[in-house]
């Protein structure tokens, strides 16, 4: 299949966004924020439609609007009790925005399509530029910040009382997750893509128990559903999405049973 | 090597306590008193530089090195780290090979200090409220702290357990001439391990030796 110019571009583009997703992933999890990145996916879909209705790109459109609300959200308020609920109420208001985005632009509906679900066999050779240089800006963030970001991620409070800098921390990672989801829903789509910011996390937690090692198997799970799910929606023409996120799914589960079993044994 | 005079504090209009006067010094094991909300947690949050004073002087050397063990953790069964890798999160950055390698035995002196060696590879989630506490104090102690602060961490543990954890910090506390100010509510622990007690009472606080300490300064409510 890799005679193919678009499955090459396809191969490339979603080996770095499973890479960046896989890392910010560990981090999605250990900070309690599947919510959050999952409504900043809606966000994003507000941001696309935005984007095609007043002529820039969907990705920028989108990066626009994930940054601007995931530094309103994490400068609304620290507790997370009242975070969920405001971030509910963000997240429909959002939605009900890209709807009305997208029917005040002449665009078809085939493009709403493409943004909710993804589209990465269509990707050209300058999207797959912009994705691999953002992703490569999202790996870095994560390779300076490394240690103090495990410290606040892995035990706020231990990181508060050594005198951490939690507060910019937490922004600097917001904003790195608004980028994240930006790039890896032009795979997956908006709709699906905390499938690869939240689900290959939360399955190493229950295998291995060092960071590094939590890395490794959500970076490498993340790996094997894009390039799996290209692999099948090449031979199949079923969709990409429904591939990767059933792999990840699955793999969940058997990670949640291999815990319990082990817990029993 | 902490001496505070005339120490006060405010949170806008509502004072915390005022003219605080008292020396900590060096291997001192002492106590932190007083009823809920009398100012215990504001002060150590001072002493840290967590939060500023309002007026007042406080001396402190070692500022960086204070080792603090708070009461509550966010951590739950589902916690994925293990107990190394949780101590190792307070571990300097570094790509120096010799760096890491001291690293690495400073982890496995500290695994042993606190009896952890056996127990380092289990997930924390899994661990016993002691074997949890252990963990958090092998990871205060990691940057070599001279003052360690310990926030009620007896609080939730046993008795045997709260014993054989203060054993322990006793132990740190003679060998290493290591400093201790131990936050609590427990009457028995105070009279048996530290060596003074600092009692918040009205707004300020004084100091007390221990033979003078009473049942009644541990109650909850002021």
Redesign the interface.
């Given at each position: 299949m890799f005679e193919y110019e678009f499955m090459r571009q396809a191969f490339i583009a979603s080996t770095f966004i499973a890479i960046t997703a896989g890392i910010v992933g560990v981090f999605v999890v250990?900070r309690n924020m599947s919510f959050l990145s999952h409504t900043l996916s809606e966000i994003g879909f507000a941001g696309a439609s935005f984007g095609i209705l007043v002529g820039i790109s969907p990705l920028a459109g989108m990066i626009l609007f994930t940054i601007v609300s995931s530094i309103a959200v994490g400068s609304l308020s620290s507790e997370s009790s009242r975070r969920e609920a405001s971030i509910s109420a963000i997240s429909s208001l959002f939605i009900g925005l890209g709807i009305l985005f997208l029917s005040l632009s002449s665009e078809s509906s085939s493009y709403a399509t493409n943004i909710l679900f993804g589209s990465i066999v269509g990707i050209s050779a300058k999207e797959v530029q912009q994705l691999v240089i953002l992703a490569v800006v999202v790996i870095a963030v994560f390779i300076i910040f490394?240690?103090p970001l495990?410290?606040d991620s892995?035990?706020?409070?231990?990181?508060?009382?050594?005198?951490l800098k939690t507060r910019l921390l937490s922004i600097a990672f917001l904003v790195t997750l608004a980028l994240s989801v930006s790039i890896g829903a032009q795979i997956v789509g908006s709709l699906l893509v905390f499938v690869l910011l939240t689900l290959p996390g939360a399955t190493?937690?229950?295998l291995?128990?060092?960071?590094p090692k939590?890395l490794m198997v959500s970076v490498g799970l993340s790996l094997v559903g894009v390039w799996l799910g290209l692999y099948l929606a090449f031979v199949t023409n079923w969709p990409v999405t429904f591939f990767i996120s059933s792999f990840e799914v699955l793999a969940y589960f058997c990670g949640l049973t291999y815990k319990n079993w082990k817990?029993n044994h | 090597m902490i001496e505070a005079k005339n120490l006060t504090k405010r949170f806008g209009n509502q004072l915390v306590f005022q003219d605080v006067n008292f020396k900590i010094n060096q291997g001192d094991f002492l106590s932190l008193i007083g009823p809920n909300g009398s100012g215990k947690t504001t002060l150590v949050k001072i002493l840290m530089g967590l939060e500023p004073k309002t007026s007042g002087e406080l001396k402190l050397d070692h500022k960086q090195t204070i080792g603090y063990v708070p009461q509550f953790r966010n951590i739950d069964n589902d916690y994925p780290l293990s107990m190394e890798a949780f101590i190792r999160l307070n571990l300097k950055f570094t790509l120096s090979p010799t760096k890491r390698r001291a690293n690495d035995q400073l982890i496995q002196e500290i695994l042993k200090k606190t009896g952890l060696t056996a127990l380092k590879d289990r997930p924390l989630g899994l661990a016993s409220g002691g074997e949890k506490q252990k963990a958090y104090l092998a990871q205060a102690l990691l940057n070599d702290p001279k003052i360690l602060i310990l926030d009620e961490s007896t609080a939730s543990l046993d008795v045997e357990v709260k014993m054989q954890l203060m054993d322990l910090v006793a132990e740190l506390n003679k060998k290493y001439q290591l400093t201790v100010i131990f936050i609590t509510h427990d009457y028995e622990l105070t009279k048996k391990y530290t060596t003074k007690a600092l009692f918040f009472q009205n707004k300020t606080l004084k100091e007390v030796p221990i033979s003078h300490i009473s049942e009644k300064m541990f109650e909850m409510e002021g």
């Amino acid at each position: 299949m890799f005679e193919y110019e678009f499955m090459r571009q396809a191969f490339i583009a979603s080996t770095f966004i499973a890479i960046t997703a896989g890392i910010v992933g560990v981090f999605v999890v250990s900070r309690n924020m599947s919510f959050l990145s999952h409504t900043l996916s809606e966000i994003g879909f507000a941001g696309a439609s935005f984007g095609i209705l007043v002529g820039i790109s969907p990705l920028a459109g989108m990066i626009l609007f994930t940054i601007v609300s995931s530094i309103a959200v994490g400068s609304l308020s620290s507790e997370s009790s009242r975070r969920e609920a405001s971030i509910s109420a963000i997240s429909s208001l959002f939605i009900g925005l890209g709807i009305l985005f997208l029917s005040l632009s002449s665009e078809s509906s085939s493009y709403a399509t493409n943004i909710l679900f993804g589209s990465i066999v269509g990707i050209s050779a300058k999207e797959v530029q912009q994705l691999v240089i953002l992703a490569v800006v999202v790996i870095a963030v994560f390779i300076i910040f490394y240690k103090p970001l495990s410290f606040d991620s892995f035990d706020h409070i231990g990181a508060r009382a050594a005198g951490l800098k939690t507060r910019l921390l937490s922004i600097a990672f917001l904003v790195t997750l608004a980028l994240s989801v930006s790039i890896g829903a032009q795979i997956v789509g908006s709709l699906l893509v905390f499938v690869l910011l939240t689900l290959p996390g939360a399955t190493a937690k229950y295998l291995v128990h060092t960071i590094p090692k939590l890395l490794m198997v959500s970076v490498g799970l993340s790996l094997v559903g894009v390039w799996l799910g290209l692999y099948l929606a090449f031979v199949t023409n079923w969709p990409v999405t429904f591939f990767i996120s059933s792999f990840e799914v699955l793999a969940y589960f058997c990670g949640l049973t291999y815990k319990n079993w082990k817990l029993n044994h | 090597m902490i001496e505070a005079k005339n120490l006060t504090k405010r949170f806008g209009n509502q004072l915390v306590f005022q003219d605080v006067n008292f020396k900590i010094n060096q291997g001192d094991f002492l106590s932190l008193i007083g009823p809920n909300g009398s100012g215990k947690t504001t002060l150590v949050k001072i002493l840290m530089g967590l939060e500023p004073k309002t007026s007042g002087e406080l001396k402190l050397d070692h500022k960086q090195t204070i080792g603090y063990v708070p009461q509550f953790r966010n951590i739950d069964n589902d916690y994925p780290l293990s107990m190394e890798a949780f101590i190792r999160l307070n571990l300097k950055f570094t790509l120096s090979p010799t760096k890491r390698r001291a690293n690495d035995q400073l982890i496995q002196e500290i695994l042993k200090k606190t009896g952890l060696t056996a127990l380092k590879d289990r997930p924390l989630g899994l661990a016993s409220g002691g074997e949890k506490q252990k963990a958090y104090l092998a990871q205060a102690l990691l940057n070599d702290p001279k003052i360690l602060i310990l926030d009620e961490s007896t609080a939730s543990l046993d008795v045997e357990v709260k014993m054989q954890l203060m054993d322990l910090v006793a132990e740190l506390n003679k060998k290493y001439q290591l400093t201790v100010i131990f936050i609590t509510h427990d009457y028995e622990l105070t009279k048996k391990y530290t060596t003074k007690a600092l009692f918040f009472q009205n707004k300020t606080l004084k100091e007390v030796p221990i033979s003078h300490i009473s049942e009644k300064m541990f109650e909850m409510e002021g």
